[in-house]
């Protein structure tokens, strides 16, 4: 797998579908860019986490 490859990306029509369901509407901009602040925000903090989870729970299951 090539290095540049994208693994995991969040687009604006994504979060609108979770909107949808959510709270039954679509966001506006000014959400929009708020819930980007928020998700820059929660995917950052403590990633070492979620790696070390991702890759551990990936190589379990990869010896099955």
């Given amino acids: 797998m090539k290095d540049e490859k994208i693994l995991f990306s969040v687009n604006v029509g994504w979060i609108q579908a979770e909107a949808?369901?959510?709270i039954n509407r679509r966001l506006t901009d000014s959400e929009l860019l708020l819930v980007k602040d928020g998700l820059d925000e929660g995917l950052g903090f403590d990633i070492?986490?979620?790696f070390k989870a991702a890759i551990t729970e990936a190589v379990?299951?990869?010896?099955e």
């Fill in 60 to 63: 379990r299951i990869a010896k």
């Fill in 20 to 22: 949808k369901q959510r």
């Fill in 48 to 50: 070492e986490t979620v």
